[in-house]
């Protein structure tokens, strides 16, 4: 049986920037599980890609939500990137930190050292800015390329002239000293192809001796001797695969996403007593909070028919497809290099609100059903309206003892009354944009929600019935104290009560976050592997 230090449970976001991190001295074996396969499927790597890579079982979990009691009994796809860099490899390109009071939160509910002035130094780190952006917020040196749209298109110039019509300011850097306003969105693009973590963490880690990738390695269980973690077992080749153990010497480390750590734990009997029973499954650890508390950001898209202008619809198609890839071929550049969002907007859902509670984003595309992943045949554009900090939670539980059984995955959309008002308050300024002056000459129509559509019960209804996720899923294992019962991993990320045991990715968040998850999730990483080193940035 083989021996590592560290024995990390998944390559995606935080995997890879920790693999790198503690691979850095030379005398630390790490070992990587991967469930998926190498990332070498060129979808992956082209950006447009995005579209093919939303459905491909290959490389992506494919998971499905059960009906939420919001959703209009519908169950909503959730996609999870299953190879090399995670959901890295197949998300949106979107590149979003948060604002400074989702951190301060986070340290108020306990958490000492991971306030907005904590974690700064470590976003910092990570990345290399081409573009816009103070020093004092911005990154010149990192592994991580963050680029800015640079494609101009007339329909994102009215838009974002129609938003500074209504008062909403040009940000030129909504990662810096404030969010709010509205600009071309940052993405982790360089050269027209996807930077993945992996592309820019683990690739380079992988060519020193002492990192071990294993792929198609899906971890089943974690090994314990009494409460301290001294291994995995995994399955190679998936179900039906062969069993095999490895062992860390020095921790476990859980890095598995938000729907999968939690089952893992639960698997391994870590979780709610209850729970484990139900389940048939030997409770070694009582930690109640394990998988409870899932928040995800809940997006109706508006859509508007467009007219006196070509739309990313029809120029995807035929001719003008061919035309397309003959340009990325050839320059890198052009439809096939974009992430499938052009135009970031932050805004507030009221005079009264202190900080932007809405994320709104302007494509010039649409999509069937408003789902991302098949774009109309007619011209369209899109706006996805959604708040940034819902309190609505729900959770992720282990289906049954088989670990290849995808988990219960239940995020109770809109349950609270404040997420219901807030995604309402979007929807409306989503009409209000699109419907603005400076798109005036290329507006045909409003599609969904669509004319009919007017007091706050029917936009209500209309966003049970075609909201979706953004696939921002976090918090199933909370950093906490250890005397709340939700908590699940302390401030340095290790289990409550266990030893040998971290879970380090997006599913350690206490609370969402006013952003797409990727950057803070590699932040978190980062910050980790300083944490497990004893290393600080300060
Ligand atoms: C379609 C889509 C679009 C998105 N768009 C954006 C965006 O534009 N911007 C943004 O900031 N965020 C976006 N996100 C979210 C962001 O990518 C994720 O929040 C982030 O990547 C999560 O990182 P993670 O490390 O927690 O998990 P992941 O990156 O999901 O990594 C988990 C890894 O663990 C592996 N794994 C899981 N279970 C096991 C097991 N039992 N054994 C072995 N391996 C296992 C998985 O295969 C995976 O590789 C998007 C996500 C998706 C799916």
Redesign the pocket.
């Known amino acids: 049986m083989e021996t590592f230090d560290y024995v990390i449970?998944?390559?995606?976001?935080?995997?890879c920037v920790l693999t790198n991190r503690l691979s850095e001295d030379a005398g630390t074996r790490v070992c990587v599980?991967?469930?998926?396969p190498r990332d070498w499927h060129p979808y992956i790597h082209l950006p447009a890609g995005?579209i093919k890579t939303?459905h491909m079982r290959g490389i992506n979990?494919a998971y499905q939500q059960e009906p939420g009691p919001w959703t209009g009994g519908r169950s909503i796809y959730a996609?999870?990137?299953?190879?090399?860099?995670?959901?890295?490899s197949?998300?949106?390109?979107?590149?979003?930190r948060g604002q400074r009071q989702d951190f301060n939160t986070w340290a108020q509910l306990g958490n000492r050292g991971w306030g907005y002035e904590d974690v700064l130094p470590y976003f910092k780190r990570l990345e290399r800015r081409v573009g816009e952006g103070e020093d004092a917020f911005r990154g010149r040196d990192g592994n991580l390329t963050v680029t800015t749209m640079d494609w101009r298109d007339p329909l994102c110039e009215a838009f974002m002239a129609g938003a500074i019509s209504l008062g909403i300011p040009r940000n030129p850097d909504y990662n810096g000293a404030i969010q709010e306003g509205v600009s071309y969105a940052q993405r982790t693009i360089q050269n027209g192809l996807r930077v993945s973590?992996a592309t820019a963490f683990l690739h380079p880690a992988m060519k020193r001796p002492n990192v071990h990738v294993h792929t198609h390695?899906?971890?089943?269980e974690i090994v314990f001797e009494g409460k301290r973690a001294v291994g995995v077992r995994?399955t190679k080749g998936g179900k039906g695969g062969t069993p095999v153990e490895v062992r860390a010497s020095k921790e476990v480390i859980l890095?598995?996403?938000?729907y999968?750590?939690p089952q893992?734990l639960q698997l391994s009997g870590v979780g709610s007593p209850d729970l484990l029973k139900s389940l048939g499954i030997e409770v070694r650890h009582a930690l109640p909070g394990v998988g409870e508390g899932l928040q995800d950001h809940y997006a109706p898209r508006s859509v508007a028919r467009v007219k006196n202008i070509k739309t990313i619809n029809e120029r995807r198609r035929g001719v003008s497809l061919v035309g397309e890839a003959i340009k990325w071929a050839t320059t890198r550049r052009g439809l096939l290099s974009l992430?499938p969002?052009m135009v970031y907007c932050f805004w507030h859902s009221g005079e009264t609100t202190e900080s932007s509670d809405l994320q709104l984003t302007f494509t010039p595309a649409s999509y069937k059903e408003g789902v991302?992943g098949q774009l109309e045949d007619q011209p369209g554009m899109t706006v996805a309206s959604w708040q940034q900090r819902p309190e609505s939670r729900g959770y992720v539980r282990a289906r049954s003892a088989d670990?290849f059984e995808p988990p219960i995955i239940q995020t109770n959309y809109l349950v609270e009354e404040l997420d219901r008002r807030t995604v309402v308050a979007g929807m409306k300024l989503a009409r209000r944009l699109l419907a603005s002056a400076p798109l005036a000459p290329y507006y045909a129509y409003e599609d969904f929600p669509g004319p009919n559509v007017q007091t706050d019960d029917e936009f209500l209804a209309a966003a049970t019935q075609r909201g979706t996720t953004?696939?921002?899923?976090?918090c199933t294992c909370r950093m906490g104290p250890a005397d709340a019962k939700w908590a699940v991993v302390d401030d340095q990320l290790r289990v409550h009560g266990l030893q040998g045991l971290r879970v380090i990715?997006?599913?350690i968040m206490p609370r969402m976050i006013s952003?797409?998850?990727?950057?803070s999730?590699m932040m978190i990483?980062d910050k980790a592997s300083d944490l497990i080193r004893g290393k600080s940035m300060s």
């Open positions: 449970v998944g390559a995606g976001s935080a995997g599980l991967e469930a998926g995005f939303f979990w996609p999870r990137g299953k190879t090399l860099g995670g959901s890295s197949i998300n949106g390109h979107i590149y979003n973590a390695a899906h971890a089943t995994y890095s598995g996403g938000t999968n750590s893992l992430s969002t991302q670990p953004t696939f921002h899923p976090g990715d997006a599913s952003a797409n998850l990727n950057a999730t990483a």
